[in-house]
């Protein structure tokens, strides 16, 4: 394991804010990327990251999927193969990304999943549930360009075997994640903190159908009911489904059960909107994915794997499919504008129009 370098699959923010601390830590990393622009600035001028918690440069070797092979002895093409992955790609590519690198991924090697969603049954079902390793991450980043990473905001880390054990590869990964944040915890319970990260990010995603900060959005007195609402529905899903929810960075499940207390909730949304003030991300990834990069969002991935899961279980998430359909529309073509969450508003309370926003 010690000759063979850490191989980061998708060299974007989370992935390559990941592997420019481990490399400054003195650990071999691999940096693997689709992107030809990206994979050469941080061959010529190194991995650059940027922002309020620190600024450095780090010497970095990154490749494209396709020079992942050496030439055996009849010429043919031999995959090189590596004992640990960490897989950083957005949701919707993670199938795809998974199937191409299983064949670098050595025999009793591991795929650990640095991404937002439930992709880890999706890699399980690949490589196997032995051999997938969970992880749930809140730290804001974004790339400014090809090889520069803004690492804008500490968040919550947290790495967990499938099945619930503490193994002393778990052991190994936590160690890796706390050189990036001391404060990465190893769970027994990694579902927990990806639902819980579900519920926080289906809020996001109704912050995202505005062109406001996440801040703004969140701290706005008249849509706090529907943002509410909606992380409600998340939490009566995972309830319905016995999974208990971990909270934070301020999201505290028992706010968003559905007899819980309004003075509790908006406690909750209060701490989320502390903890976004100290990022210098002001708008989520997601929003970026549309407003920047004109790109589809995971919101299939996070939301519609929601909204499944509540079908199968016979409850109704009106406010999650309202926020699906806006996300799509913005993919589409439709300004950002706080009109796309005024339409979701208005399935909590009828009477709700911009016309009743206290900013107007």
């Not at 990473?149 to 190994?172: F, K, S």
């Amino acid at each position: 394991m010690s000759d063979s370098p850490i191989v980061i699959w998708g060299a974007g923010a989370m992935g390559g804010t990941l592997a420019a601390y481990w490399i400054r830590a003195g650990k071999s990393v691999l940096l693997v990327d689709n992107n030809p622009a990206h994979v050469a600035a941080i061959n010529q001028q190194g991995l650059r990251i940027s922002g309020p918690i620190e600024e450095f440069v780090v010497s970095a070797k990154a490749v494209l999927p396709e020079q992942l092979f050496t030439s055996g002895a009849q010429g043919e093409r031999v995959a090189e193969q590596y004992p640990r992955i960490f897989l950083c790609t957005k949701a919707q590519h993670t199938e795809a990304a998974c199937r191409t690198l299983a064949a670098h991924l050595a025999p009793l090697g591991e795929v650990v999943s640095v991404q937002n969603g439930l992709n880890e049954l999706i890699i399980a079902d690949i490589v196997g549930e032995s051999r997938c390793i969970g992880c749930f991450i809140n730290f804001g980043a974004d790339i400014l360009e090809p090889g520069h990473i803004h690492y804008a905001g500490r968040g919550a880390v947290v790495v967990g075997e499938l099945n619930g054990t503490l193994t002393p590869r778990l052991a190994d990964i936590h160690h890796l994640m706390q050189l990036f944040e001391p404060n990465a915890q190893q769970t027994t319970q990694i579902f927990s903190y990806l639902w819980g990260k579900l519920g926080y990010g289906a809020i996001l995603f109704g912050t995202a159908l505005t062109n406001e900060s996440i801040v703004d959005v969140l701290s706005h007195p008249d849509y706090r009911a529907v943002l509410i609402a909606i992380g409600k529905e998340v939490c009566a899903v995972a309830e319905a489904a016995n999974i208990p929810l971990e909270g934070f960075n301020g999201f505290h499940p028992p706010a968003f059960r559905a007899d819980a207390a309004m003075a509790d909730s908006n406690a909750s949304m209060d701490a989320m909107v502390e903890f976004n003030r100290r990022s210098a991300k002001t708008h989520s990834g997601i929003w970026r994915d549309l407003a920047i990069h004109k790109r589809k969002t995971e919101v299939d991935q996070q939301l519609g794997v929601i909204v499944a899961k509540a079908a199968q279980l016979g409850i109704a998430t009106p406010l999650l499919q309202a926020v699906i359909t806006g996300i799509h529309q913005i993919e589409q073509g439709t300004a950002l504008s706080w009109s796309n969450l005024d339409q979701v508003a208005a399935l909590l309370n009828p009477s709700f129009s911009s016309s009743t926003r206290s900013d107007q």
